[in-house]
Each structure stands twice: as C-alpha cells, then as structure tokens.
C-alpha cells in the first residue's frame, strides 16, 4: 500500500465520521438556550416593538406552506397538479402524461431512424419527454408569476382606496377581482368565492398563498394577519406594502440588468458546442457520423454533456440572487 492509497483511506475515514457526526449532533445548546430566552423576552415584554415583532413570528410561522411528503406517488402526483395548476392554462394531469409519452416516442423513434443506435435513441427520448415539458411548465408559471407581480402593487392600491373610503376588507377584495385584469383578479375572485361559501378570509388567503408560493403574496396574507391582532390602520400598513413591492420589483429589475451580460456570456458558451456540432454534421456528415455507431463516442458525449449542465446550474446559481 503506497502513500496515496493510505491518504484516500484516511480522507474516506475522515468524511464517513464527520458525517455521522453531524448526522446525529444535536442543536447547539447556546444557541437553543438564546431563542428560548428570546421567546420568554418577547411573550413578556410591555415594549410594542417587540410584541409586534412576537406577532409576526408567530404569523410566520403558521403561515407557512405545507410540504408534499418525499414518499409516496400520490404527493408527488399533487405536486405535479399544483404546478400545472400556477401555469393558469388549464392542463390536466392525464393531458401532461399523454404530451410527455409522446415526445419521448417521437424523439425517440426519429433519433433511432437516423443514427440506427437504440442507446442514444433511448436517453435522448427520456431527456427530451421528461425535460421539455418541465421546461415549458417551469416557464409558464415564471411568466405568470411576473405578470401577478407587475399588477399586486396596483391592486394593493386599490384596496387602500377602498379601504380608506369606507368600505370593508372583503368587498375590497371582490373590487379587486372585478377591476384588475390578469392573474391577479383570477386569483382574488378565487378567493371571493371561498369566501362566499363560508371559508373565512384567513383560510381563503391562505390556500391562495399555499397554491402560488410567492413572496409577495405571502407578505400580504402576513400584513393582514398582524394587522387583526395588533390593530392599527390597515390603509396605511397596506400603503407601505405596496411601496416596499413596488421597491422589490426595481431592485429585481437592477440585478436583472447587471447580471444580464454573464447571462448572455454563459448561454454563447454553453451553445457553442452544439452549434458547432450541427454544423459540422451539415456540411460533412460522414466525418462526424461515428458518433451514433460508436459506443465509447457516445458515452464520451454523455459525459461531456453531464459536465456542462453542472456548468450551467453552477452559473445559473452565481447569476440568481434572492431579494
């Protein structure tokens, strides 16, 4: 046994008990000691501050969305709902299976004509049924998302007009369905009706909050929340939301722009490659045609390929910041 083989037996050892380690060690005492005391400090505190901000952790925290279970087909199958449900395009389950098998065979079949490989024609159909539709799903509900984003402010606006003349919180909310165009009046008239068959504008919210999963929104359920049990001027608390959103969306836009020349920098990089492989086949089909025979070429593509999308998602993480 030389020098190195010993060195990777004891980094090996080395890794393996510091995992377990930190797979069975517990909180940090001093640290759990701190937010125990910071929870009798704040239940008995006569500071407002600090009341309000007890209020807002505990909003918080019962306002979280629920978690889908890892396990089991069935969470996975109501993931996969809700999703297609953010698109607002209608898609069903059984429409999203059919669409996704058919891509797979289709590619699949088209792949195999031309290069005769079975191996090649099979994971290019996987990537292509598995992965365009999530692509185009993902894209979908980020276009959705923006397009809510662009009209909350304007809709928070309305309820403080609303507000401040007089009228109750739900009737704003059903002005808002009526007045806002877009997905944002699609989601306040979902919330008006759960109202009207007896769910109360807590629950309602919530379940929107929970089906959309966005920041902006769950920051409204919030005001809301602390603001019936602290009391105070909703009008106004609204009207600080909608400049605190309206600040949000700017310094998305700031960022959006500076990091757009990486942007273009990683999407020139990561498509030469293919670029350059199209073309060559174009023009000299034979000389680049063993690449469908040949198994190590293939598997040297693949290869290559895994390390370039872990390329892609390490860039697509330097360039994505949250706010």
């Known amino acids: 046994m030389n020098l190195l083989q010993l060195l990777l037996i004891v980094l090996g050892l080395t890794g393996a008990v510091a995992m377990v380690w930190a797979a069975f060690a517990g909180p940090s005492p001093k640290k759990e000691s701190t937010r125990r005391l910071k929870q009798v400090r704040f239940r008995h505190s006569d500071n407002a501050v600090e009341r309000v901000e007890m209020q807002m952790r505990k909003a918080v925290a019962a306002r979280r969305p629920r978690t889908y279970q890892v396990a089991g087909s069935s969470s996975r199958i109501e993931a996969l709902a809700l999703r297609l449900h953010r698109t607002g395009k209608g898609w069903t389950l059984q429409q999203y299976v059919w669409t996704s098998f058919g891509l797979f065979a289709l590619v699949g079949l088209l792949v195999f004509l031309k290069s005769g490989a079975p191996l090649l024609a099979l994971v290019v159909g996987v990537f292509a049924g598995a992965g365009l539709p999530h692509v185009v799903v993902n894209y979908l509900i980020k276009k959705r998302n923006t397009q809510f984003t662009v009209k909350f402010a304007d809709a928070i606006d309305l309820l403080v007009r609303g507000l401040r003349s007089g009228l109750p919180v739900s009737e704003t909310l059903g002005i ?4 806002v165009p877009g997905p944002v009046g699609e989601e306040f008239k979902l919330i008006t009706e759960r109202i009207k068959i007896g769910k109360s504008m807590e629950d309602a919210l919530q379940d929107t909050a929970n ?29 600080n939301l909608s400049d605190v959103l309206r600040k949000r969306a700017q310094m998305k836009l700031k960022i959006r722009a500076m990091s757009s020349e990486s942007k273009a920098s990683a999407y020139i990089v990561g498509s030469l490659p293919f670029i350059v492989f199209a073309m060559i086949y174009w023009v000299n089909s034979g000389y680049i045609g063993k690449f469908f025979l040949d198994e190590r070429l293939m598997v040297a593509g693949l290869g290559g390929l895994v390390w370039m999308s872990i390329g892609a998602f390490i860039m697509a993480k330097m360039v994505s910041f949250e706010i």
Do not use: K, P, W, Y
């Open 211 to 239: 089906r959309l999963d966005m920041a902006e929104f769950s920051f409204f359920c919030i005001t809301l929340a602390i603001q019936r049990e602290t009391g105070g001027n909703l009008a106004e608390t609204l009207a």
């Open 176 to 179: 808002v369905a009526n007045e």
